[in-house]
């Protein structure tokens, strides 16, 4: 059982344009949404993480947003630059109860044009 | 400061046989946690370790093992390796005094191929 659905699995944004990634989950115990940006060979990166006690926060071009009530959150990133062309994973965690793995999605490919 | 580092980088085995995985964390940090990353997958959980004991394990079988040694370096143990097993092994550490470990740093990862 797939607990954290990303889409699109890829996706091409030119120069400047704002790139949109979704993921919806289905545990509603998960309380901790980091997004991470990999680039080939190389780990995971932490991106920016948002708690469901807010509805969107920012870090520089990079926005998080988040629907309790929908079971979604969202990454957007504004200006886009070829440079951010990597594979991002939305991630989700249940801190309760010792839990501490994070539960991620398939990844979305990110190519972006000059 | 030295981030996470994995060793070796690039593996390949036979099926059958066993594999040893080594991760040094972050300087500073205490925890670490393994994930296996199949060919176009996200990471997935296997387990964590903290004071040198396994915290928290994911859904994999006891074939994968681990440890953690007095200065926090980690292995990652597979034994009887079977063709599925071939994927991107990654180690991150983590502050257990930080809220809930969040901040996750990965190494760059040990990539094991199964003949």
């Known amino acids: 059982q797939q607990q954290v659905k990303q889409s699109p699995q890829s996706l091409i944004v030119q120069k400047g344009g704002i790139s949109i990634i979704n993921c919806a989950y289905e545990?509603?115990?998960?309380?901790?949404f980091p997004w991470y940006q990999q680039f080939p060979g190389k780990g995971p990166a932490l991106l920016i993480a948002?708690?469901?006690?807010?509805s969107e926060k920012k870090e520089g071009r990079f926005t998080i947003s988040f629907n309790k009530s929908a079971k979604q959150f969202s990454l957007h990133i504004m200006d886009s630059q070829p440079g951010d062309s990597a594979t991002y994973f939305c991630?989700?965690?249940?801190?309760?109860?010792?839990?501490?793995?994070?539960?991620f999605g398939k990844g979305t490919h990110l190519i972006i044009q000059p | 400061d030295a981030g996470v580092t994995q060793s070796p980088t690039h593996l390949i085995k036979t099926r059958g046989q066993q594999v040893t995985l080594r991760c040094s964390p972050k300087?500073?940090?205490?925890?670490v946690s393994w994930y296996q990353q199949a060919l176009g997958q996200g990471p997935q959980f296997i387990f964590q370790?903290?004071?040198?004991?396994?915290?928290q394990r994911g859904n994999f079988p006891d074939r994968f093992s681990g440890h953690q040694f007095p200065n926090y370096s980690s292995e990652l143990n597979v034994n009887a390796l079977l063709l599925g097993d071939s994927a991107l092994y990654l180690c991150?550490?983590?502050?257990?005094?930080?809220?809930?470990?969040?901040?996750?740093?990965f190494g760059s990862g040990t990539q094991l191929s199964v003949l």
């Open positions: 948002i708690r469901p006690d807010v």
């Open positions: 370790y903290y004071e040198e004991e396994e915290r």
């Open positions: 300087s500073g940090h205490d925890t």
């Open positions: 545990n509603t115990a998960f309380d901790y």
């Open positions: 991630a989700a965690r249940n801190s309760g109860g010792g839990a501490d793995g994070l539960t």
């Open positions: 991150a550490s983590s502050l257990s005094s930080l809220l809930r470990n969040e901040k996750l740093f």
